[in-house]
């Protein structure tokens, strides 16, 4: 079984993954003329938007749940086994992943806006419902929920799970069937209790385990601070191949990078579409600049710390892949994973590191766990759109806790390669399907530009911005503009003239 699932990974995660997310990000940072830079500001200031409704979620609690599903133990062990393979430079070309990824993101879930729908009482959409929706392509958007279901909730919630176990093994001795157990009752509580329930969670578990996770990674980095400068440069030199040491394995750093990166903040994957369709917001474009930030607290800030407190401290060693021998072995013995971590922390806070980087462990996983479940559940919907046989998401939450209990109890290697399985497949499906759907996202993009420069809050009616399909947001917008809340109260007579005309050559 090992065997089967490491050859569908290799094949999954080649180079062509690699270079298609790299492609992708980089292309709609073009498009976009770098909209993940340039509206950075902005990101921060509309997390400040607190509009929620019987059908959505508030702004923040959509990026909070979207980043429970980006912030998980990928941040931790991922980070681990990156350079392990890749060595030092891994994690620069993580970082690169990053920011390009920053427009990916931005671009689903714009999409995710624009095409969602109503149904069971509040907001749905994501990758499906934007396939179908976008490329009148129905097809091949039952596919993708197929396989999105089928990855977030049989074949990836087992890392999760498993990751927990090993840590608390590790730290606390305690038996992985023992935490299977509680992690399993706890996330029953949850998703038993919708998705409100899942967002008002995540909305005050992720900010708090985030900012403290950046603060022990600063004392980490301020206790080894003579060893900071050299750190920085070894990085430098293994991802540009000028380094001694790694220089010969820069292909390999830049693969496992992009590979993990892709792993942890999951843009260009579809998995934050679910959550950003969810939230209450007045444009589009909002969402997906929320999300873009989102990116850079997963990978630039949470996977960055893991990796300068593993290097700073000297907690890795490197087996290139397909080699016996290692380049480096400061730790013999000792597996990638979050082993490494809890010996970085431990050089600070001795016995009590280990169990620090367990919780936070906890934390990380649990509320990915949570942001999975919410992803499956949400394509379910989609496949049933009638909502004919509710027994279908009852199957999915007893599968789904099914998964979560046998997780813990698994080969890691097995859980780590089905994750794979899962996350490149729907990498490979969502990526294509958005540069195809360029076209309506950047048309968003347009017209939340044009309004802004106008002084007013960006309110989206598809018909001006020149989107078809988008029925919802006809009715939304009727709906801002019927309150009095959107454009026609909040600008002067010669700006609404300004707009009138623009909506007549729409």
Request: glycine share 10%; net charge neutral; hydrophobic share 50%.
């Amino acid at each position: 079984m090992e065997a089967i699932v490491n050859t569908l990974v290799g094949y999954i995660w080649g180079n062509a993954l690699v270079v298609l997310s790299l492609g992708v990000g980089l292309y709609f940072t073009l498009a976009t003329r770098g909209v993940q830079f340039r509206y950075l500001i902005k990101m921060v200031c509309l997390l400040k938007e607190n509009k929620a409704s019987k059908e959505g979620i508030s702004s923040f609690q959509a990026f909070c749940l979207a980043l429970s599903g980006r912030v998980g133990v990928g941040n931790i062990a991922g980070v681990a086994t990156a350079i392990a393979a890749g060595g030092p430079g891994a994690i620069f070309w993580m970082v690169v992943m990053g920011l390009l990824g920053g427009a990916s993101a931005f671009i689903e879930s714009t999409l995710a806006q624009i095409y969602k729908q109503r149904a069971d009482g509040q907001y749905r959409g994501g990758s499906p419902y934007y396939i179908e929706k976008g490329l009148k392509l129905k097809p091949f958007a039952i596919i993708v929920a197929a396989v999105i279901c089928l990855s977030y909730g049989v074949l990836v919630p087992g890392i999760q799970a498993n990751t927990i176990a090993d840590s608390f093994q590790t730290s606390f001795n305690m038996p992985p069937m023992v935490t299977g157990a509680i992690v399993t009752v706890l996330m029953a509580w949850l998703i038993f209790g919708g998705v409100k329930r899942i967002a008002s969670a995540a909305d005050k578990i992720v900010p708090l385990m985030a900012i403290a996770y950046i603060v022990m990674m600063v004392i980490i980095l301020g206790s080894h601070w003579e060893k900071v400068p050299a750190m920085f440069s070894l990085i430098f030199r293994s991802a540009m191949g000028m380094d001694a040491v790694f220089g010969g394995i820069v292909g390999t750093a830049v693969s496992w990078g992009v590979r993990r990166a892709v792993f942890s903040n999951v843009a260009g994957a579809g998995e934050a579409t679910f959550s950003s369709a969810a939230a209450e917001v007045s444009h589009p474009v909002k969402q997906g600049l929320i999300q873009a930030f989102s990116i850079y607290i997963d990978t630039l800030v949470v996977c960055t710390a893991s990796g300068l407190m593993i290097l700073v401290t000297n907690m890795y060693n490197v087996f290139p892949d397909g080699s016996a021998t290692a380049l480096v072995e400061y730790v013999p013995g000792v597996a990638a994973g979050t082993a490494w971590t809890q010996m970085a922390v431990s050089t600070v806070f001795t016995s009590a590191g280990s169990g620090f980087v367990s919780l936070a462990v906890f934390l990380f996983a649990f509320t990915t766990l949570m942001a999975y479940y919410y992803i499956a559940e949400t394509t379910i919907v989609y496949l049933d759109r009638k909502l004919a046989y509710p027994v279908l998401t009852l199957i999915l939450k007893f599968v789904f806790l099914g998964i979560i209990f046998m997780g813990s109890v698994q080969s890691v290697s097995i859980m780590w390669g089905l994750g794979d399985i899962g996350f490149g497949s729907m990498s490979y499906l969502n990526l294509i399907a958005i540069v195809f759907l360029t076209r309506p996202a950047l048309r968003a993009l347009k017209d939340y530009e044009r309004q802004e420069k106008l002084g007013v809050d960006p309110v989206f009616d598809p018909r001006v911005a020149g989107i078809e399909n988008a029925e919802l947001w006809e009715e939304i917008s009727q709906e801002y503009h019927q309150r009095g809340s959107g454009v026609v109260e909040e600008i002067s007579e010669d700006k609404r003239i300004l707009i009138t005309k623009e909506e007549n050559k729409s």
